[in-house]
């Protein structure tokens, strides 16, 4: 398995998709929970709730997540991204203690540790792994046991 | 579609109808997309090659992209419905933690990725992790 070690400019992008998305669902959230109830049969309400400045800044945030987001996905796999990226939910919950200054439950350290822990696992692996068509096409280019003799 | 649902009393059925949508359409999105970026290849190195435009050019002009960004502006719909209805507690941590599943399972299965046992238990952590920060 090849060792497709990331430079820091792909560690910085992985960052700013750990930390837009998280962000931006806040701000959907805080947006969605203003607006009144919207039925299905009244779909229009929801594009007039993009409107709102919440919901706005929320949809800012996701496009800057989907630009990084498409980049990280052209360099490594989806298995590899989405765990890494769920760092992002530490980084919100720690500047909710260190800079909002609030509680963090046992309940919620013990997520804290592990998504770290899970992040780890998937860090020090390969950002993208060898597919089987990869295996064949490498076996095609490469010249056979025959052809090395001759 | 038609949900019995009303606003502060959904029921359980609802909110499940209203996650695993979320859930599915995310999944479908997120694996057409990667697919479509794998299929363009390495972003970095085309915009240095042929620059911003070229990247842009490479991304817009793939069939796959736009079946990918459909199902994701499909589940941001659907999440916004849910959040109308139910506890961003409920519908944040159950929606992101299985979605990491639902994405190991059909990396796996559509885009043929090297799912090793390191990542499987990345992705069983993380769920976890997930539903226990935010719940």
């Known amino acids: ?150 | 579609m038609m949900l019995p649902i009303q606003h502060g009393e959904t029921g359980m059925w609802a909110a499940t109808g209203m996650i695993s949508a979320v859930v599915l359409l995310s999944t479908a999105g997120e694996v057409l997309t990667a697919a479509a970026m794998q299929r363009i290849g390495d972003l970095d190195k085309i915009r240095a090659h042929s620059g911003m435009k070229g990247a842009i050019k490479a991304v817009v002009t793939c069939p796959l992209f736009f079946a990918g960004v459909a199902f994701l502006a499909l589940a941001f719909f659907s999440l916004l419905f849910a959040l109308n209805h139910l506890d961003l507690s409920l519908v944040a941590p159950a929606a992101a933690s299985l979605t990491l599943v639902t994405n190991a399972v059909a990396g796996k299965i559509f885009l043929k990725e090297n799912v090793d046992r390191r990542r499987w238990a990345a992705a069983v952590f993380v769920c976890v992790g997930v539903y226990l920060l935010a719940h």
């Open chain 1, 1 to 150: 398995m090849p060792q497709h070690r990331l430079s820091p400019h792909q560690w910085l992008i992985l960052t700013v998709v750990a930390i837009c998305a998280p962000l931006g669902d806040t701000c959907l959230s805080r947006g969605m929970t203003g607006v009144p109830a919207i039925s299905l049969q009244h779909p229009g309400s929801l594009f007039a709730a993009v409107f709102t400045p919440w919901v706005a800044a929320g949809i800012a945030l996701l496009i800057g997540f989907f630009a990084s987001y498409l980049t990280a996905l052209s360099w490594a796999d989806l298995t590899f991204v989405l765990p890494a990226t769920a760092f992002g939910n530490v980084i919100v919950a720690l500047l909710a203690k260190f800079w909002l200054h609030n509680t963090i439950s046992l309940e919620r350290w013990s997520g804290i540790v592990l998504i770290t822990v899970g992040v780890g696992f998937v860090a020090h692996g390969p950002a993208r792994t060898e597919r089987a068509w990869d295996v064949a096409g490498a076996e095609l280019a490469a010249p056979s046991e025959e052809e090395r003799a001759r």
